[in-house]
């Protein structure tokens, strides 16, 4: 399968939400294995396909969407990812008094990587709230709800772009890990922001610019 995504709860079911709106096919895993995602395949329609896990990591493209603790185990199932996509759409969250995670100044999409032995890793889906991720794009006035991608591989973060186009939404990619993933990863300056890109009237059509929402 070209797309899967790994992990059921909000953030999970609001991206599986966009391949069902936009028709696009995608495998949806759960450590609860596939009886427990009959009825979320139901409420999303046909376009989202129940499966195990272990297919779910065969895909050409895996977002992840589960607690970052268990990211560790479950990419290291994978001896050689060989350039396939890994979308980390997790929050490094210390849930002692929900403050982010001590991870030594690193970020938590490098230390994917460092687990993903040989996969292109791409951070998106998870600087917002999911209640504002599974939302429509649009903003009702010709805007597009923005969506940030960063990673260490230009031609990665594209792909992931253009699946974030895809949906409707505008994707502004923020470069490398070590500066754009520090920017959105849970406690950076892009935690919970909420963008719409709306165009700018004038001498130059086609310029867009990102408003609070």
Partial sequence: MQYAIIGAGNIGTAVAGHF???GIEVGLAASRGVQALGDIASRTGPAVTPVEVDDALD?????????????QELVGRIADWQGRIVVDATNAIDYTDFSPADLGG???SDLVGEWAAGARVVKAFGHTWAKVLAREPGDGNGGKRALFVSGNHPDANATVAHLISQFGFEPIDLGRNAEGGLLQQFGGPLTTKSFVSQPI???NPGEMDLVSA
């Fill in 59 to 71: 895909a050409d493209i895996v977002i992840l969407a589960v607690p970052f603790e268990a990211v």
């Fill in 20 to 22: 069902a709106r936009t």
């Fill in 201 to 203: 009237g004038g001498a």
């Fill in 106 to 108: 690193t970020a938590s």
